[in-house]
């Protein structure tokens, strides 16, 4: 494992208040003439319309500091947006600003080593255009190539750490003139722009993808525009960040929301009893045994914007066939399978969706057993059909604020005069190589390896790097055996031995808490057996659901749900599909070109957990389209549960 491959950092935020984020005064710049606030109104506004529009995204973070000429790690813009944050202002960015200077000469030289993965002293096209393509706008090797040629001195189509730094630096210093000349000419034509009052753009994050374009966070960002070759690497570590604005309180919204009178609501009642092992049972075929089988593990992640990610798969049918497909929610330890019920009593709610090539739902786990597993008895043709494991998110949450203060566990210890592993360290690292081991051979072939590699570091092996895996240590059959994974995280933590939060990084991106304890990621087991003919079942990819599947599994519980017109609304409905273990909640904006807003309480139900951090929310439904308002479980299983629901257009 390179020391790149490493992913999000989550550090706790500071408690610290709004005011110490209003930047007073002003001071000179680091970089050309003018004052420190006009020069980050320039790059502020060079991206965004106004200064009080708010950064809502780490990406848009990233992308007006560039415009500043500075160019941060991945790990570094983590301690300004944290998990916890929701939004940015202006003040906030100006102070972070003063914090972070443009990159120095030693971070380039770090970052330059970073990219030279022979460590031959110079950067190929294919390593340059290999960091060129991970964020951003994609380039074409003959781009990359003609902007290696601007810089290349002695003509050897490769740069050196010279030419490599001239081209960082001429990068650099073309955002900020062109943000100048932009700001100025915008503050000709209204020179009162950049005084108008801060707002706040409040943003929920969703358990579907509504962009297919994943925010991955790479140790390393380089981004190159093809209209103004804009390069930006690498940035500086702040001893003390500013402490980004919390997730905006709703109790504003929520108050106004239910200043709506209840007797001008109406209000949609579902009772259900407790879940028992009579009420949820498997309907599975009687000779199963006798069946083929295929199966393989996975597991769902929290992104860090509380996107929910999970592996994909193909399955593969040779001839028509009866089939029995399940999914289980399970935990790993020690390289054994428990039923995640059985250790809480509360399962991670999984559901199985079968996609044929042309992706039309076939099927999908309609039964459900009172341990969590669900399953579906489907009639396949002969072919290749797609499956994608679902969640809701009810259950998979961001931990507690006192869990992310808890005390660290400790990773290193001291023996003989060594770096060692302490046992609990030693025991997650095994933990995790047999989550990553996806079809239980023992062992992590490199698309297995490639696939934790995606999640910790949002890179793939390159060649280069396989080959460095393969110089260090031993491997069985061209896989790499649980104890070579032990011996790459070893020189990892060599490496790290002074830097530890180095080592918590893909920890936590993982979902393992200080105390490693695996508590924001959900393991689960995917089996499918089939009557007639092999079968076989092999994991594509790792991401979210993605806004195709959103439209199929909305439709899905629109066709087959109770349908309500929303009051207000002539042409917005609320489909309510209630089962005896989860309600979902659809709102329908059937108009053909005017967009609603929605607001959907459900605070008057008992024993019931909502996808979101409340039990009342707004959705904004565009004409044409619909929205999962809210996912919804019982909060203890064997208790009754009533879903109450009261909806209005905002």
């Known amino acids: 494992m390179s020391s790149s491959a490493h992913r999000l950092s989550r ?26 606030v006009v020069e980050c109104k320039a790059a ?25 000429g500075r160019n941060l790690l991945s790990r570094t813009l983590n301690k300004y947006w944290t998990n916890h944050t929701d939004y940015l202002t202006f003040e906030d960015f100006c102070e972070i600003c003063r914090k972070e200077p443009v990159s120095s000469e030693d971070e380039l030289l770090k970052a330059f080593r970073k990219i030279d993965i022979n460590g ?13 393509t991970t964020k951003g706008e994609k380039m074409t090797k003959e781009e990359v190539q003609d902007l290696i040629d601007e ?59 509504e962009d297919d374009n ?44 239910a200043n709506l009178s209840s007797r001008e609501k109406e209000k949609l009642e579902w009772t259900k009893p407790g879940l028992t092992s009579k009420l ?6 009687k000779s199963l045994r006798d069946w083929k089988v295929a199966k393989n593990k996975g597991c769902f992640f929290l992104d860090d914007d509380s996107r929910i990610v999970g592996h994909q798969y193909a399955l593969r049918i040779v001839q028509s066939t009866r089939a029995w497909i399940t999914i289980e929610p399970v935990s790993i330890k020690s390289g054994d399978l428990v039923n995640t019920c059985e250790k809480s009593g509360a399962p991670v709610d999984v559901m199985l969706f079968i996609l044929d090539s042309e992706n039309k739902l076939i099927a999908f786990t309609d039964q459900r057993d009172q341990k969590g597993k669900s399953g579906v008895n489907c009639e396949l043709e002969k072919g290749t059909y797609r499956l994608i494991a679902f969640t809701t998110g009810c259950r998979l949450r961001r931990r507690s604020s006192t869990q992310r203060h808890s005390r660290d566990a400790e990773l290193l210890r001291m023996k003989d005069g060594k770096v060692a592993f302490t046992k609990d360290y030693k025991n997650v690292l095994s933990d995790i190589f047999d989550l990553f081991d996806l079809n239980g051979d023992g062992l992590l072939s490199r698309e297995e390896f490639n696939l934790f590699n995606l999640r910790t570091s949002g890179q793939e092996v390159a060649d280069a790097e396989w080959e460095a895996v393969e110089a260090n240590i031993d491997l069985k059959d061209g896989e790499i055996t649980r104890e070579g994974f032990l011996q790459l995280n070893f020189m990892e933590a060599e490496e790290n031995r002074d830097n530890l939060e180095e080592l918590w990084i893909p920890l936590e991106t993982l979902g393992f ?42 439709q899905q519980i629109i066709q087959s749900a109770e349908e309500h017109r929303i009051r207000g609304g002539k042409e917005v409905f609320l489909h309510a599909q209630v089962t005896d273990y989860q309600a979902c909640l659809v709102v329908e904006n059937k108009s053909m070109t005017r967009a609603t807003s929605v607001v959907i309480d459900c605070r008057d139900s008992h024993n019931v957990i ?13 004409p044409k389209s619909s929205v999962v308002a809210h996912h919804l479980l019982p909060v203890k299983d064997s208790h009754s549960w009533t879903v109450v629901c009261q909806d209005s257009i905002k």
Do not use: W
Request: glycine share 8%.
């Open 120 to 132: 031959d002293g110079f950067i190929t096209n294919a390593e340059l255009h290999r960091i060129l």
């Open 513 to 554: 808490n200080r105390s490693l304890v695996m508590d924001e990621l959900s393991p689960f087991l995917v089996e499918a057996f089939t009557e007639k003919g092999n079968v076989s079942l092999k994991v594509t990819k790792l991401s979210t659901t993605g806004r195709n599947f959103s439209h199929i599994f909305n």
């Open 151 to 209: 810089v290349d001195e002695n003509g050897d189509g490769r740069l050196n750490y010279k030419e490599f730094i001239e081209m960082v630096m001429r990068t650099q210093e073309e955002c900020k003139k062109l943000a100048m000349r932009h700001f100025e000419k915008r503050h000709s034509q209204a020179p009162d722009r950049g005084h108008l009052g801060s707002r706040s753009n409040s943003k929920q994050g969703s358990h579907f993808d």
């Open 11 to 36: 550090p706790n935020s500071a408690a610290s208040g709004r005011g110490s984020l209003v930047a007073s005064g002003e001071r000179r710049s680091s970089f050309g003439g003018g004052s420190f």
């Open 610 to 622: 909502s996808n979101h951090n409340s039990l009342i929310t707004t959705v904004e439904v565009p």
């Open 214 to 257: 994943d925010d991955d966070d790479d140790e390393i960002i380089i981004g190159v525009s093809k209209t103004s070759t804009s390069a930006r690497p690498f940035g500086h570590k702040s001893s003390s960040p500013p402490t980004p604005t919390p997730r905006s309180s709703r109790s504003s919204k929520v108050q106004s929301e």
């Open 44 to 68: 502020y506004l060079a991206v965004f319309d106004e200064l009080r529009t708010n950064i809502t995204s780490k990406a848009e973070l990233s992308k007006v500091l560039q415009q500043t």
């Open 280 to 285: 949820l049972t498997l309907q599975k075929p």
